[in-house]
């Protein structure tokens, strides 16, 4: 397992589910924490606890990645307390389920501003400081199985999740010769307490379609994050890692059937 001790990683959106999941495996590596989820204070405040329960510093911030000045503050919080952030997740995230046709203006622009612009603004803030200490970093952007196929009502999260594939690339290689190195985590059926809400019985249904056979843990995703921002992954850049015990590898026609015949 390696170490991250001495080092800071930032977690959008991790007062619950996979954004703790990641917060505390980072935690268990020695990384001090900054925990943020601006609709979830009482989840910040435990995940906060559980992070110190193993023994690792950590700090709750309350902000907006949606609004310049928010991460801003944060990034500022964040330095006055650790010094500096060496790992940023980009895991922040809003979904609305609605159809193309009647989708508001509204909704297209909330989800977009916090997924796809927070991913921008908080890589930006992030990366100048990094640049500017010349420490270089590591940051990870999640993504989804929606980065891969077209989700019917999903259309503004699905939007947003492609874009932060791409972003990912651009930031790739434009970042690397300040040593930051930067990738995406698409998890695909994963389950947590927001998608056995959606369908009861999630693990069972999603379980059966992964050629693995079984769904995903939010663990399963915080062990990729703790690989892409580790020593070992120093030369991984640019690249999109799918957490979907290969179901997206999976085709949708029956195993007899070709396209073309």
């Known amino acids: 397992m390696s170490s991250l001790s001495g080092k800071t990683a930032l977690i959008t959106g991790s007062g619950g589910g996979i954004g703790r999941a990641i ?3 980072l935690a268990r590596r ?3 924490i900054v925990v943020n989820d601006f609709r979830n204070p009482s989840g910040v405040e435990e995940t906060c606890r559980q992070v110190q329960e193993l023994g690792v510093e950590a700090l709750g911030v309350d902000a907006s990645v949606a609004l310049s ?3 801003a503050r944060m990034f500022d919080q964040a330095t006055e307390k650790f010094g500096g952030v060496e790992i940023l997740v980009n895991n922040a995230g809003i979904q609305v389920e609605t159809p193309l046709l009647e989708l508001s203006e509204d909704d297209w622009d909330r989800v977009l501003a916090v997924n796809l ?11 100048r400081r990094m640049r500017d200490r010349g420490t270089g970093g590591r940051i990870v952007n999640i993504g989804s199985g929606c980065n891969f196929v077209g989700f019917p009502n999903l259309v503004s999260y699905t939007a947003s999740k492609g874009g932060i594939q791409t972003f990912t690339k651009v930031a790739a290689v434009e970042l690397g010769v300040h040593g930051i190195n930067v990738n995406c985590v698409a998890p695909g059926a994963i389950e947590n307490e927001r998608t056995r809400e959606e369908l009861p019985d999630y693990a069972g249904t999603w379980g ?3 050629p693995v056979g079984r769904v995903g843990q939010p663990e399963d995703v915080a ?3 703790a690989y892409l921002v580790s020593d070992e992954a120093s030369f991984v850049s640019g690249h999109t890692l799918q957490i979907d015990g290969g179901l997206f590898a999976r ?3 029956p195993t007899d059937a070709h396209p073309g015949e």
Not at 117 to 127: S, Y
């Open 69 to 71: 000045t928010d991460v």
């Open 208 to 210: 059966r379609m992964a």
């Open 251 to 253: 085709s949708p026609w």
């Open 223 to 225: 062990g990729a994050v």
């Open 117 to 127: 612009k927070g991913t921008f603004l908080c890589t930006q803030e992030a990366a």
């Open 23 to 25: 917060a505390l495996e």
């Open 30 to 32: 020695g990384a001090r």
